[in-house]
């Protein structure tokens, strides 16, 4: 797993396992650190569908925090644009990259609570995408054993 330095408002990572077998990570990793996914949606399953365009498999996973949502919306009435997040999932050549943007509320207008609850959403999804990480060892590990097993 590769942490990417993308433009600073984005979180996001680069992974040698398969699209498919990430998402299936982050429908594991996401709930362990309380995040619910609302929806997921298969861009690339769509295009296809929709417009007869066949693209690189592509999907966002649209995802909320119960608890900050809550305090968000007790925070400010507006406190809802904060959540959920989008995370992007897509793959790029050999590698599938997650990234998600970092949450808004960090602007200098924003109230200290709502910046605070950002920094903390933040955060945690930082931590899901490093948990990433695991999976991707594990991977590497069965992949290692298989190749040991089939090659003698």
Request: proline content about 6%; cysteine-free.
């Amino acid at each position: 797993m590769t942490i990417i330095a993308p433009p600073e408002n984005v979180i996001a990572v680069q992974t040698e396992v398969g699209f498919e077998r990430t998402l299936e990570s982050l429908r594991t990793e996401l709930p362990r650190h309380e995040f619910r996914i609302l929806g997921e949606v298969n861009f690339s399953r769509e295009l296809d569908s929709v417009i007869g365009l066949a693209t690189t498999p592509y999907a966002v996973l649209i995802v909320w925090h119960p608890f900050a949502a809550y305090q968000a919306l007790l925070s400010n009435p507006n406190g809802g644009l904060m959540v959920p997040f989008n995370l992007a999932v897509y793959q790029h050549g050999d590698v599938t990259i997650v990234s998600v943007l970092n949450q808004p509320s960090l602007l200098p207008e924003a109230s200290l609570g709502i910046r605070a609850l950002g920094q903390d959403l933040n955060r945690r999804m930082r931590r899901v995408m490093l948990d990433l990480g695991m999976h991707e060892r594990t991977s590497g590990h069965q992949r290692a054993a298989h190749e040991k097993a089939v090659l003698g």
